[in-house]
């Protein structure tokens, strides 16, 4: 995900709150975080007065906090909710909520005419219409809304492109129709369709769809002296400037005691992942589709169970790095930090793993902390992932890193980026039983991979550069 003003604002609340926490007056000094970044007088940017913008900010706020949006009723105070993250020993299990005051209340997805219509002799629109939905009244081609089943036909026949399909983005965007509306036309989740794919997050313009953070509950750890394991994603370290040793340095001066890298724990899916397939192959079944993006892995279980039979049983590099990290310091606290807001789901369900935290809040406390990543020490760690464990980040990674340790012929097909018709191309392959294309499947809900993940906070063309680095100074993987 690219800065854009709603991540800028975001990350701003963040380092706020992070700030405030190493205060001596958490809970004032949440409570005026709306008053202190729009104080009387202050030029409004966004909405229409400076009291929306306010309680826009507020509800930030409380999902900064790890709380709902949906179960707030405007008469607790900020401080109260601050109190209430402090005393909190249960995590909320919805990862996302919906900032109503922030929602558009966008129109519904519709193909419309615009007034480029020139009324045209040929008429494409209606000969491309198969519904019989297009018919021309004063010149002027009608949708009938009635028939219409948003084909797009129209639109890509119109040589005038007077005809577009008006989108609303978090609905469009979603692979699995979680998002609704509300009577009021606000935003709504249903949980039981939701794959945490976050793809709604990146995609409102509004950043009215958010993700509950954990950052309290992790900082609560470190003040009060509690063991703790930092163990991140590959992509992160294509995240922030320096070296990765400066990295790790960086992260145990905030205060977490050991840091592990998951790319580590990628090395273990490879190998266990080239053996799985190697013996699908020799079975003589058709395909296998890999199974390190948590999202991917959801969108099977609510939305595809043909699929499941093709779907590596390998489990995801963090599980493997929970599990090392576990074994290894088993009274801490294992933190994952993540460039996405679906490992949080994967990780309720890990019992090794206790809680995440995505790249942008680990930014806010390098920031809220004042800690300079290029001015750390380099750290020295025994373990070195290799090359293909860090290379699971960028799309094609897995799969590349899968056809390195096999024993046996290799065809990868890539999915970048689960949307509605590759999600339709995944069924159809589980359908016919065949892919025939390839014999392994590789499948990132976030296009371009875990690199431009939803919480993600680098340009792609920097954490390119960064991690094309990082291979140059890393060993292939021991077969």
């Not at 009938?144 to 007077?162: F, H």
């Not at 979603?174 to 998002?179: D, K, L, R």
């Not at 993700?211 to 994603?233: G, N, Y």
């Not at 039983?433 to 993940?453: A, H, K, L, S, T």
Request: charged residues 25%; hydrophobic residues 35%.
């Amino acid at each position: 995900m690219t800065s854009n003003n709603t991540t800028n604002l975001k990350k701003e609340i963040l380092i706020r709150l992070v700030k405030a926490f190493w205060s001596q007056e958490f809970e004032k000094k949440t409570r005026l975080i709306p008053f202190d970044m729009r104080p009387k007088g202050a030029e409004v940017p966004y909405r229409c007065c400076i009291y929306k913008e306010r309680k826009i900010i507020k509800d930030r706020v409380i999902a900064g906090l790890g709380f709902p949006i949906e179960e707030d009723d405007d008469t607790m105070s900020l401080a109260e909710y601050a109190k209430m993250a402090l005393d909190r020993e249960v995590l909320d299990d919805k990862p996302l909520t919906v900032l109503e005051a922030a929602c558009k209340a966008c129109v519904p997805n519709q193909v419309k005419v615009t007034d480029l219509c020139q009324g045209c002799i040929a008429r494409p629109c209606q000969a491309a219409c198969k519904f019989g939905a297009i018919t021309v009244v004063d010149g002027k081609s009608v949708i009938d809304y009635t028939k219409c089943k948003s084909c797009k036909m129209c639109v890509a026949a119109c040589p005038y492109n007077a005809i577009v399909k008006v989108a609303v983005p978090c609905e469009d965007n979603c692979p699995v129709g979680a998002i609704s509306k509300n009577s009021d036309g606000t935003a709504r989740i249903d949980f039981d369709k939701c794959i945490s794919c976050g793809k709604c997050v990146s995609k409102c313009p509004f950043g009215a769809v958010h993700e509950k953070s954990q950052i309290i509950d992790i900082l609560k750890l470190i003040r009060d002296k509690k063991e703790t394991v930092i163990m991140f994603a590959p992509a992160i370290m294509t995240q922030f400037p320096g070296t990765i040793g400066q990295l790790k340095t960086a992260i145990k001066k905030i205060g977490f005691n050991h840091v592990y890298e998951v790319a580590q724990g990628a090395d273990i899916t490879t190998r266990k992942e080239a053996a799985e397939l190697a013996e699908r192959m020799e079975e003589g079944q058709p395909f296998m589709t890999t199974s390190c993006c948590a999202g991917y892995n959801e969108f099977i279980k609510k939305h595809a169970p043909e699929i499941k039979p093709y779907e590596s049983t390998t489990h995801t590099p963090m599980y493997y790095t929970a599990e090392i990290a576990k074994k290894e310091h088993p009274n801490a606290k294992l933190i994952f930090v993540s460039p996405c807001v679906a490992k949080k789901q994967e990780a309720r369900e890990n019992e090794n793993v206790d809680f995440v935290l995505n790249a942008k809040e680990l930014g806010a406390i390098f920031i809220g902390m004042g800690i300079e990543i290029l001015d750390c020490e380099e750290a020295v760690d025994a373990v070195q992932p290799s090359k293909q464990g860090r290379k699971f980040p960028v799309i094609g990674g897995v799969a590349e890193a899968v056809q390195f340790c096999a024993t046996c012929e290799v065809k990868p097909v890539i999915i970048n980026g689960l949307n509605k018709d590759t999600a339709k191309q995944l069924k159809k392959y589980a359908k016919d039983g065949v892919c025939p294309d390839g014999n392994i499947i590789e499948v990132m809900c976030c296009e371009g991979g875990c690199i431009r993940g939803n919480a993600t906070i680098a340009d792609p063309k920097t954490s390119k550069k960064i991690l094309q680095n990082v291979l140059e100074n890393s060993e292939d993987i021991e077969k």
